[in-house]
């Protein structure tokens, strides 16, 4: 495992592109954001369909939810892992339920069968927890957890709806175009052992319909 400085990371917009962009990708002034009691209540459905509420509000793995709503084994593209020690990052403020220092690791998912790319995803992991729990970054977060019978609980803190010009590319979509995110804490034993924060392509539209009613 690489870990860069925080302060040299350059992450590409795609596999292909050396096209540098900011530390970590989030919704940039977001044009809808929900809390923790948001989350609990649903949202109306002309704001997120019941499809899409199922999926972004639920508490079940989004990398099983893809390889089951796609049928095709999805892959993870991992683009930088950075030493911040206990640098917040700019996070959301959930990040000091995460022990200094903590690793930032972030990738794409896509599908093996169509090469779609469906989200990007940030986490926030203390050392010795990754150690512990991601020995192998290439595997989805769930795969490796499953190995170790872990029990888990998704912790929801935020949705968001917004744009993020710095993804659109390997999204296939354009600049102006909105996405739906999300943040929240995975716990085991009593303990958050990673923050994660998940901005998801129109692309899952596809499979779930129209995000609005």
Not at 35 to 42: L, P
Not at 127 to 134: C, F, N, V
Not at 175 to 190: F, N, P
């Amino acid at each position: 495992m690489t870990l860069i400085s925080p302060k040299s990371i350059q992450i590409p917009n795609s596999p292909n592109s050396n096209t540098p962009t900011p530390a970590w990708n989030r919704i940039e002034e977001p044009m809808w954001q929900g809390s923790e009691e948001d989350i609990r209540k649903g949202l109306p459905f002309n704001l997120l369909a019941p499809t899409w509420q199922m999926f972004l509000m639920g508490d079940g793995a989004p990398t099983r939810h893809l390889q089951l709503l796609t049928q095709s084994a999805i892959s993870v593209d991992v683009v930088a892992m950075t030493a911040i020690g206990d640098d917040d990052d700019q996070a959301p403020a959930d990040i000091a339920a995460i022990a200094a220092p903590r690793i930032r690791r972030q990738i794409w998912l896509r599908s093996q069968q169509t090469g779609e790319v469906f989200s990007h995803a940030t986490s926030w992991w203390s050392e010795a927890t990754m150690q512990k729990y991601l020995k192998d970054p290439s595997l989805p977060i769930w795969v490796s957890l499953n190995q170790k019978y872990t029990e888990l609980y998704r912790d929801l803190k935020g949705i968001y709806k917004g744009r993020c010009p710095n993804v659109a590319e390997t999204f296939g979509s354009s600049e102006l175009d909105t996405y739906w995110a999300r943040h929240y804490l995975l716990w085991h034993g009593g303990e958050p052992i990673t923050m994660i924060y998940e901005i998801y392509s129109p692309a899952i539209g596809k499979y779930l319909g129209s995000s609005s009613l």
